[in-house]
């Protein structure tokens, strides 16, 4: 088992984090040269692991000034590329809704794009338990909860879920979150307080609806949430609403027959955990709070 870090973080996120260490323990790291030979075939032949992400989703994954990938994602794959002597290259695949999608299609090898490990994801079913594909596996690096974004001042005084009754809400389209708020759009018919749900296909699109008066808030990942906050105009548009909610794992998304690439990428991860890259990593993005102790794969199960 990975050594700890010491590391502070929240009692939820603690607590989470507590059951990804007790399925940690035979994950452990590797050097660089063993790593690379446990590669498979085809990737140390071709040199290169391709990944999709959609690049709209700062500070996790991003489109930087001169066009390249930027954020936790590219950072932590760039970190990855030394210690398995391969590269790894971003493929941008427009909105997330197409993340999973053209990863069950071949299209690249992985995906990294802020991909929160779900149950249902890991087993292919829908928000509504219909089985849609033959499910993925995560390699786990990264814990973030439920963000919500507001007009500043908050003038809807939202601050929890069921806040959102009776308000319009944007969500970015094929996250959890859209699941989250669909399951919240019945809820609220219940008690006789109509939610509108408008879904987009970016950050920019969802925080447009919110500065528009479309929306009275945007649900998100926390890291988002909090950096569209800090920065979209200087910070003087939105305010985060509430508390991080709902604490889960992101995670690196493979096809489930990918078992030997998953396994070496688990390895991987937990080699920059302990020689301290991984820490680096997440406070040149100010998003320590999120850190795990080890990668373990599927850790939400």
Same mark, same amino acid.
């Given at each position: ?50 990944? +999709? ?17 930027? +954020? /936790? ?6 970190? =990855? ?20 999608? +053209? ?47 507001? $007009? ?30 669909? $399951? ?12 509108? /749900? ?14 528009? +008066? ?33 604490? $889960? ?12 690439? $998953?396994?070496? =990428? ?12 991984y820490d680096q990593i997440l406070s040149k993005r100010q998003l320590t709070v999120g850190a795990i102790q080890n990668s373990v794969v599927n850790g939400s199960s």
């Amino acid at each position: 088992m990975a050594r700890s870090t010491g590391r502070v973080r929240t009692a939820v996120t603690a607590a989470v984090t507590g059951t990804l260490l007790l399925s940690a323990c035979s994950a452990v790291g590797g050097s660089k040269e063993k790593l690379h030979d446990q590669l498979p075939d085809a990737i140390r032949k071709a040199g290169v692991i391709k990944v +999709g992400g959609s690049f709209t989703a700062a500070p996790v994954i991003f489109r930087n000034p001169d066009g390249k990938a930027d +954020g /936790l994602d590219p950072d932590l794959a760039a970190a =990855l590329e030394k210690v398995l002597g391969v590269r790894l290259d971003f493929q941008d695949v427009g909105p997330f809704a197409n993340v999973l999608p +053209g990863l069950m299609d071949k299209k690249y090898d992985i995906a990294m794009s802020g991909i929160t490990d779900t149950r249902e994801r890991e087993q292919g079913v829908d928000k509504d338990g219909k089985q849609v594909n033959d499910g993925v596996d995560f390699v786990d690096y990264f814990m973030a909860g439920i963000g919500t974004v507001v $007009r500043k001042g908050n003038p809807a005084k939202v601050s929890q879920i069921d806040d959102l009754c009776g308000h319009g809400v944007a969500v970015k389209k094929g996250t959890t979150h859209d699941d989250l708020a669909t $399951r919240q759009v019945k809820a609220c018919e219940h008690v006789g307080k109509t939610m509108k /749900l408008i879904e987009a296909d970016t950050d920019n699109a969802a925080l447009d609806a919110v500065r528009a +008066g479309q929306a009275d808030a945007y649900i998100t990942d926390y890291p988002k949430a909090l950096y569209n906050a800090q920065t979209v105009d200087g910070g003087r548009t939105f305010d985060i609403a509430g508390q991080q909610l709902q604490p $889960r794992p992101f995670g690196i998304a493979l096809r489930k027959s990918d078992r030997q690439l $998953r396994d070496v =990428l688990t390895r991987a991860v937990n080699t920059l955990v302990t020689d301290g890259t991984y820490d680096q990593i997440l406070s040149k993005r100010q998003l320590t709070v999120g850190a795990i102790q080890n990668s373990v794969v599927n850790g939400s199960s």
